[in-house]
Nanobody, 123 residues
């Protein structure tokens, strides 16, 4: 099993920035793809960005150019740098990881999930 713990959420004004961090522990040797997902009230959870062990990334269109994802494999840590934040980015943000399936994208499901960190963007 893998445990994921997110931090870094908060409340900022539109146009501001936040950096989310996710620390993985447990059987991390089985982790491959890692990513960030989010769920706004009354909406389905959606993928935001993913990154594989080689650093290949994928982003949903609405965050391209504003968000950056990175990982430190030695520290089992995942990051999401969010800039130019908009009210529509308001959501609970979840860190996730998957076993090695040979593919990594925000459109795919994941095997391990954190409990989430709240991000609120005011107009």
């Amino acid at each position: 099993q893998v445990q994921l713990v997110e931090s870094g959420g908060g409340s900022v004004q539109s146009g501001g920035s936040l950096r989310l961090t996710c620390v993985a522990s447990g059987n991390t040797g089985n982790m491959d793809c890692m990513g960030w997902f989010r769920q706004a009230p009354g909406k389905e959870r959606e993928g935001v960005a993913t990154i594989d062990t080689n650093g290949k990334t994928s982003f949903r269109d609405s965050v391209k150019g504003r968000f950056a994802i990175s990982r430190d494999n030695a520290k089992n840590t995942l990051y999401l740098e969010m800039n130019s934040l908009k009210p529509e980015d308001t959501a609970m943000y979840y860190c996730a990881a998957s076993l090695p399936y040979g593919r990594c994208s925000y459109v795919y499901g994941m095997d391990y999930w954190g409990l989430g960190t709240q991000v609120t963007i005011s107009p």
